[in-house]
Nanobody, 125 residues
Framework: QVQLVESGGGLVQAGGSLRLSCEASGRTFSKYALGWFRQAPGKEREFVAA????????YYGDSVKGRFTISRDNAKKTVYLQMNSLKPEDTAVYYC??????????????????WGQGTQVTVSS
């Protein structure tokens, strides 16, 4: 079992940057693939980024490619989402997700076993 706690959300102006963190509990963090999703009011949950359990590969949603970067630090049991060039349409609650081993299709949120409580990101124009 792993528990996830996100932090780092907040209010930022368009064009600015934020770094989200997701700290995990448990002793086998390094064996989990990790992802970030987001959900805006009235919209479906959207895939943002994912990283394999080995950290060797990363995947991104089309809307964030080139602006967001996912990374992990197994020693700190933490996954990060660096968000640059933020846009008002990036406003959402951001969720961290984890799955034991890699996921067969990264954008499918229902393939992830564990979820954090979410952190709000608001980008003003």
């Amino acid at each position: 079992q792993v528990q996830l706690v996100e932090s780092g959300g907040g209010l930022v102006q368009a064009g600015g940057s934020l770094r989200l963190s997701c700290e995990a509990s448990g002793r086998t963090f390094s064996k989990y693939a990790l992802g970030w999703f987001r959900q805006a009011p009235g919209k479906e949950r959207e895939f943002v980024a994912a990283i394999t359990w080995s950290g060797g590969s990363t995947y991104y949603g089309d809307s964030v490619k080139g602006r967001f970067t996912i990374s992990r630090d197994n020693a700190k049991k933490t996954v990060y989402l660096q968000m640059n060039s933020l846009k008002p349409e990036d406003t959402a609650v951001y969720y961290c997700a984890a799955n034991w081993g890699d996921v067969s299709y990264w954008p499918r949120w229902d393939l992830y076993d564990h979820w954090g409580q979410g952190t709000q990101v608001t980008v003003s124009s």
